[in-house]
């Protein structure tokens, strides 16, 4: 279900504790363009620190790599973007606003899948311990003739957008009486096919000029080098390739904060592969992505599996895994078995051989490839949203907790001499200087400890680690665990252990 006061929460909670900005802000900023704060950038690096160990440290067939974001132009027409990746857009007349097209009927489609749910949690509470849900979805009349309505909408949406019967798409949204979300007025305008590559310009003179795209996906960087990577590691298949980087899209529609940007980040693996093999391996990755996801705990049942029934002009298989964010499940990755799409283009667009000599059959091939593919701001979304929790505590009051993975959290530890005299600051600092080549700590002595936990709590800090009176005689101080408020007292020497333990990336990734 959708939970719009959630979500603004979340976003003026991302800004208020130095998560995320608008990008331009003092400008009134751009639209769909974000800036990431002191703390947001250190929850990115970790989240794709936490990605890049799973895949490419733990992996000895994958190795990584940090190609250009210029590439060149010819790339883009092998790889079918700059004849497909186009979204149709359509206006509405009235309110002058810009939607997708085909999101609009999704939505549509998605408000009878509520439906559903609904006749389900009725028949549930009707039927008691004796509801069986398959049953009951399968020959209930109503949900029956639900299912099928959605069925028919997609198929024949799915058509018109392949042949490119862009007037019929118009004529179902008509036909459904699909009206603005914001403002009900059904009056549209024609559907338009609309490119999302950002183009622009390399060279100084205007005639001489090249003209370039910046990069939609980081995937085609690794296609292009497959061959470079194959023979300079010695790799073979089956062997990965990852990398991390930005790409850019003109989205027609974004006004989700940072679930849809203009400039966003991939975590991207291309995993060759030998052909014929691509359903076993695209079921190892299946697997494997989602117990990456699980091993961070942000509960099962905020995730699931969309198998793509329509596929895209480069796969023989998909699946999205979905996040429960706040707006409901929405896609955070996908897993795509390419086949041997792109490296086929691009020897025909090149004019070069990207073939893998495979010793053990003795002949070449060109592999098949398998893709996982994950947004690192939709990730940080998911992981942001997620953690930000209210608690109703026992003294009527409320507790506002980032409940972060320790893992990812940006500051692992604050240190709070109790009061800003006899000595205790002195000790704290000291407490800084030596946790500080293991953790990012952070050092406070505003305000009294009560508020400083708070603060704490709401920036996600895992621990609270509080010198008082009786650490200078006994050199222990109280850590407090962020999310059960328990205080423990402890010897100074012994804190970097008790930390390790709960922020060390192995401890959180051996949970895979
Ligand atoms: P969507 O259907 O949401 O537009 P997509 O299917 O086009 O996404 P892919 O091309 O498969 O997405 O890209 C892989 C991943 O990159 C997505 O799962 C998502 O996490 C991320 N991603 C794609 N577009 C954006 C964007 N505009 N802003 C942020 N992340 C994005």
């Given at each position: 279900?959708?939970?719009?006061?959630?979500?603004?929460?979340?976003?003026?909670?991302?800004?208020?504790?130095?998560?995320?900005?608008?990008?331009?802000?003092?400008?009134?900023?751009?639209?769909?363009?974000?800036?990431?704060?002191?703390?947001?950038?250190?929850?990115?690096?970790?989240?794709?620190?936490?990605?890049?160990?799973?895949?490419?440290?733990?992996?000895?067939?994958?190795?990584?790599?940090?190609?250009?974001?210029?590439?060149?132009?010819?790339?883009?027409?092998?790889?079918?973007?700059?004849?497909?990746?186009?979204?149709?857009?359509?206006?509405?007349?009235?309110?002058?606003?810009?939607?997708?097209?085909?999101?609009?009927?999704?939505?549509?489609?998605?408000?009878?899948?509520?439906?559903?749910?609904?006749?389900?949690?009725?028949?549930?509470?009707?039927?008691?311990?004796?509801?069986?849900?398959?049953?009951?979805?399968?020959?209930?009349?109503?949900?029956?003739?639900?299912?099928?309505?959605?069925?028919?909408?997609?198929?024949?949406?799915?058509?018109?957008?392949?042949?490119?019967?862009?007037?019929?798409?118009?004529?179902?949204?008509?036909?459904?009486?699909?009206?603005?979300?914001?403002?009900?007025?059904?009056?549209?305008?024609?559907?338009?096919?609309?490119?999302?590559?950002?183009?622009?310009?390399?060279?100084?003179?205007?005639?001489?000029?090249?003209?370039?795209?910046?990069?939609?996906?980081?995937?085609?960087?690794?296609?292009?080098?497959?061959?470079?990577?194959?023979?300079?590691?010695?790799?073979?298949?089956?062997?990965?390739?990852?990398?991390?980087?930005?790409?850019?899209?003109?989205?027609?529609?974004?006004?989700?904060?940072?679930?849809?940007?203009?400039?966003?980040?991939?975590?991207?693996?291309?995993?060759?592969?030998?052909?014929?093999?691509?359903?076993?391996?695209?079921?190892?990755?299946?697997?494997?992505?989602?117990?990456?996801?699980?091993?961070?705990?942000?509960?099962?049942?905020?995730?699931?599996?969309?198998?793509?029934?329509?596929?895209?002009?480069?796969?023989?298989?998909?699946?999205?895994?979905?996040?429960?964010?706040?707006?409901?499940?929405?896609?955070?990755?996908?897993?795509?078995?390419?086949?041997?799409?792109?490296?086929?283009?691009?020897?025909?667009?090149?004019?070069?051989?990207?073939?893998?000599?495979?010793?053990?059959?003795?002949?070449?091939?060109?592999?098949?490839?398998?893709?996982?593919?994950?947004?690192?701001?939709?990730?940080?979304?998911?992981?942001?949203?997620?953690a930000?929790?209210?608690?109703?505590?026992?003294?009527?009051?409320?507790?506002?907790?980032l409940k972060l993975?320790?893992?990812?959290a940006p500051?692992?530890?604050?240190?709070?001499?109790?009061?800003?005299?006899?000595?205790?600051?002195?000790?704290?600092?000291?407490?800084?200087?030596?946790?500080?080549?293991?953790?990012?700590?952070?050092?406070?002595?505003?305000?009294?400890?009560?508020?400083?936990?708070?603060?704490?709590?709401?920036n996600g800090t895992?621990?609270?680690?509080?010198?008082?009176?009786?650490?200078?005689?006994?050199?222990?101080?109280?850590?407090?665990?962020r999310?059960?408020?328990?205080?423990?007292?402890?010897?100074?020497?012994?804190?970097?252990?008790?930390?390790?333990?709960?922020?060390?990336?192995?401890?959180?990734?051996?949970?895979?």
């Open positions: 279900m959708a939970d719009d006061n959630q979500f603004k929460k979340v976003i003026s909670h991302a800004k208020e504790y130095g998560y995320v900005f608008q990008s331009s802000e003092i400008y009134d900023g751009l639209s769909a363009v974000y800036d990431y704060a002191q703390n947001g950038v250190e929850l990115k690096n970790n989240i794709r620190d936490y990605w890049w160990k799973a895949m490419v440290q733990m992996n000895e067939n994958i190795v990584g790599i940090d190609t250009a974001i210029f590439m060149h132009p010819t790339i883009w027409k092998a790889s079918g973007h700059v004849d497909a990746f186009n979204d149709p857009l359509i206006d509405n007349k009235d309110s002058k606003k810009r939607y997708r097209a085909d999101v609009l009927i999704e939505d549509y489609c998605a408000k009878i899948e509520s439906k559903i749910n609904k006749e389900v949690s009725k028949a549930a509470k009707r039927f008691g311990d004796a509801f069986n849900k398959e049953e009951f979805v399968s020959t209930n009349p109503r949900v029956l003739g639900y299912f099928e309505k959605i069925n028919t909408i997609l198929t024949r949406m799915g058509n018109s957008l392949e042949s490119e019967d862009l007037a019929d798409v118009k004529a179902l949204i008509e036909e459904l009486e699909i009206a603005d979300p914001l403002t009900g007025s059904k009056n549209w305008t024609d559907v338009k096919q609309f490119n999302l590559m950002f183009g622009t310009k390399l060279g100084a003179s205007a005639e001489h000029a090249m003209d370039l795209y910046l990069r939609p996906e980081t995937a085609q960087g690794i296609f292009v080098n497959f061959l470079n990577v194959q023979k300079t590691g010695r790799m073979k298949i089956p062997f990965g390739i990852a990398q991390t980087g930005k790409a850019f899209r003109n989205e027609i529609v974004a006004r989700q904060f940072i679930f849809r940007m203009r400039e966003f980040e991939q975590m991207e693996m291309q995993f060759f592969i030998k052909p014929g093999t691509q359903k076993e391996w695209y079921e190892h990755w299946k697997e494997t992505r989602m117990k990456w996801h699980l091993s961070l705990g942000m509960g099962a049942d905020n995730y699931r599996f969309h198998d793509h029934e329509k596929l895209a002009h480069y796969a023989d298989a998909a699946s999205d895994i979905e996040f429960k964010f706040p707006f409901g499940f929405k896609e955070l990755e996908g897993i795509h078995s390419r086949t041997d799409f792109d490296l086929k283009a691009h020897e025909e667009f090149s004019g070069k051989k990207l073939q893998y000599f495979d010793h053990e059959e003795n002949k070449s091939y060109t592999p098949y490839v398998l893709e996982t593919s994950i947004g690192l701001d939709r990730m940080f979304l998911a992981v942001f949203s997620n930000l929790t209210e608690e109703a505590l026992d003294n009527n009051t409320t507790r506002t907790v993975p320790a893992v990812l500051t692992k530890a604050a240190i709070l001499p109790l009061v800003k005299k006899d000595g205790l600051p002195e000790i704290a600092r000291k407490i800084v200087e030596e946790l500080k080549w293991d953790f990012n700590v952070a050092y406070d002595e505003k305000d009294a400890v009560g508020r400083r936990y708070r603060r704490q709590d709401a895992p621990f609270c680690i509080t010198v008082d009176h009786d650490t200078k005689t006994d050199n222990t101080v109280t850590i407090r665990h999310d059960t408020m328990e205080q423990q007292r402890v010897k100074i020497e012994d804190l970097k252990a008790i930390i390790k333990q709960e922020v060390d990336v192995k401890n959180w990734l051996m949970k895979m």
